[in-house]
């Protein structure tokens, strides 16, 4: 089973920036296309972006393309999203999960374990 740990939320300011990280403990991550997801209160979990186990494509929902990016270092066995532009509708535990996928795409559906999530606040 993978064990994914995400770190690197906080309370930030509208407009604000924020880079959350996915960690993988025992076990070599750069197998697996990854995926984040995010939870607001009251609301389903929804897909926010994933990349292909390579890095050479990546995914975004449309509420978040143009301002969050997808990237990884498989040498860190770590998967990171940069969170720009941020606005209070970004409030949400953010999570990431390996994904379904292919050699050259994506999708947000999620296949294997949730982690613990962390937590993006962004309010005034």
């Known amino acids: 089973q993978l064990h994914l740990v995400e770190s690197g939320g906080g309370l930030v300011q509208p407009g604000g920036s924020l880079r959350l990280s996915c960690a993988a403990s025992g076990f070599t991550l750069g197998y697996y296309a990854i995926g984040w997801f995010r939870q607001a209160p009251g609301k389903e979990r929804e897909g926010v972006s994933c990349i292909t186990s390579s890095g050479g494509s990546t995914n975004y929902a449309a509420a978040v393309k143009g301002r969050f990016t997808i990237s990884r270092d498989n040498a860190k066995n770590t998967v990171f999203l940069q969170l720009n532009i941020l606005n209070p509708e970004d409030t949400a535990v953010y999570y990431c999960?390996?994904?379904?996928?292919?050699?050259?795409?994506?999708?947000?559906?999620?296949?294997?374990?949730w982690g613990q999530g962390t937590q993006v606040t962004v309010s005034s």
């Open positions: 999960a390996a994904v379904i996928a292919s050699d050259t795409m994506c999708l947000m559906i999620p296949s294997g374990s």
